[in-house]
């Protein structure tokens, strides 16, 4: 071989080294973890650091958490497949499940009686779903089930003068209060919380939805190798429950039946045709 042609190769295999070297993780070696945090910014953040570190440690692999400010956004990298795990409220876990394959591992920590409700004003004239034919009303984002599926599935057969969409549930209540809207949708657990702190405004609760909305759960996303898949499944069951009640779910708990929310979420696909209309036609 002359000295010409082996420089030239050992420059060849230097650049394979390096490059390989300096490559980013494949996708078997990255985990990114998906969660809403409805503006919450760097609490949420510390809130799944130690959880991140563990799952880090006992996978081998590289794990970043992605918050997402709504349903809206987080139902975006649903359907792009973007996150290896997601803490899925029951919307979204409802979606991810029926429409992309994710699969469910363990129920997240809310198992109380969660609700969708629509609140007025406590001095709003209406007293049934009815009387909000004509109104405006604000629903939560595309994705939520208490914001977004179950109102409509309960406001079917209205014509409402307007629907409007509120970023966060927050939002919704403040709305209500300014005298915006006639009416907003949101969770019973989210309206006592917010109410606490919105004292200067009486509200009233105009509708409660008698099926109780099933808890999240942690998701796996399709596009993860299958044995890096059981490792995460072994972990997350093994996971210390200090450490589990941090980030809010249940090591080893039983999976919710999604049947129910399923069907819901197909049904409000037909009915929400003409939700961006005005008069927003629910039929």
């Known amino acids: 071989m002359s ?7 050992f420059v060849h295999l230097f650049l394979l080294t390096a490059c390989s070297s300096n490559s980013k993780p494949t996708q078997n070696d990255k985990l990114t973890v998906g ?6 910014g760097v609490q949420i953040i510390d809130q799944y650091a130690n959880f991140n570190n563990y799952l880090s440690e006992k996978t081998g692999a590289l794990v970043e958490l992605e918050p997402t ?4 956004k987080a139902l975006e990298r649903i359907r792009n497949q973007a996150w290896s795990l997601i803490f899925a409220p029951p919307g979204l876990a409802a979606i991810a499940i029926s429409e992309q394959q994710y699969i469910p591992i363990a129920p997240l920590s809310n198992l109380g009686n969660l609700r969708s409700i629509i609140v007025v004003r406590k001095d709003s004239p209406a007293r049934t779903l009815k009387d909000l034919n004509g ?7 595309l994705g939520s089930a208490t914001g977004y599926y179950f109102p409509i599935f309960n406001l079917y ?3 409402l003068a307007e629907i409007v969409t509120a ?3 927050k939002t919704v209540m403040e709305w209500v209060a300014q005298g915006k809207i006639a009416a907003g949708a949101l969770s019973r657990e989210e309206f006592n919380f917010h109410s606490l702190q919105m004292t200067e405004t009486e509200f009233r609760v105009l509708y409660i939805d008698p099926h109780p909305v099933p808890p999240g759960v942690i998701l796996i996303g399709p596009t993860v190798e299958r044995n890096l898949q059981e490792q995460i499944r072994k972990v997350i069951n093994e996971t210390p429950s200090v450490l589990a009640q941090e980030v809010g779910y249940v090591p080893n708990g039983t999976l919710p039946d999604y049947k129910y ?3 819901v979420v197909k049904r409000v696909k037909s009915i929400a045709t003409h939700i961006q209309e005005k008069p927003a036609r629910l039929f």
Do not use: D, H, W
């Not at 969660?35 to 919450?40: D, M, T």
């Open 3 to 9: 000295p010409k042609i082996s420089r030239r190769l």
């Open 35 to 40: 969660v809403v945090s409805y503006g919450a």
């Open 69 to 72: 400010f709504n349903e809206a």
């Open 135 to 141: 109104k405006i009303v604000a629903l939560g984002q």
């Open 157 to 159: 057969g209205l014509t």
């Open 167 to 169: 970023p966060i549930p």
């Open 261 to 263: 929310m399923t069907t």
